[in-house]
């Protein structure tokens, strides 16, 4: 009976880590405090996995801190991220010149990655958007335009990759920066 009940148990761990199930990373608790997570999805472009994605959320419920993890499974410049990320932003209306602009800071600021390698976002407001490479902070952008534009690339109703926000979002709603009120 021990051992059914040791099988099961493995089991339903094995499982857990084959879907996605975060553990709290603590360069976004030592930022946010408590936090929990809102969803978690992958990106699959043209039949490559790209990346997994994780949304937490602070655990109050008027927090308006968030945090965006990318875990990335193929190799990227940091360039070719800062590229990326200009396109959708261009995509979402922002300005041209804006966003030309942001990626430059950007193409600055993104490393080159590898895959298991994680870049995380993390808003507060009135701090803006710090960046972590691997746990360690690299960056601060402390425009909330930025922020809006930036997590807009995933959580923002126009956003190219709509079953990805969907499953970030869960059965929650995107962050007041994106979306105002729920």
């Known amino acids: 009976m021990r051992s059914a009940y ?16 975060a553990k709290e990373p603590p360069h976004i608790k030592s930022m946010m405090g408590q936090i929990q997570l809102q969803g978690l999805g992958r990106l699959n472009f043209w039949g490559f996995h790209v990346y997994d994605a994780n949304l937490y959320r602070g655990a109050t419920k008027d927090s308006q801190e968030f945090a ?17 990320t200009v396109d959708e932003m261009k995509n979402l209306g922002i300005a041209e010149a804006q966003a030309t602009s942001w990626g430059k800071e950007l193409a600055n600021t993104f490393p080159n990655v590898e895959p298991g390698q994680t870049i995380t976002a993390i808003y507060i407001p009135k701090q803006g ?13 402390q425009s909330a335009d930025f922020a809006k534009a930036f997590f807009g690339i995933w959580l923002d109703s126009k956003t190219s990759v709509p079953k ?16 105002g009120v729920c």
Not at 129 to 141: A, L, V
């Open 6 to 21: 040791m099988l099961v148990l493995a089991l339903a761990f094995s499982l857990a880590a084959s879907q996605g199930v």
């Open 129 to 141: 958007t710090s960046f972590f490479y691997e746990g360690k902070k690299i960056s601060q952008i």
């Open 68 to 84: 965006l993890e990318l875990r990335y499974q193929k190799s990227f410049s940091g360039e070719a991220i800062a590229n990326r």
């Open 164 to 179: 990805l926000r969907a499953d970030l979002l869960g059965q929650g709603c995107p962050p007041p920066l994106i979306s």
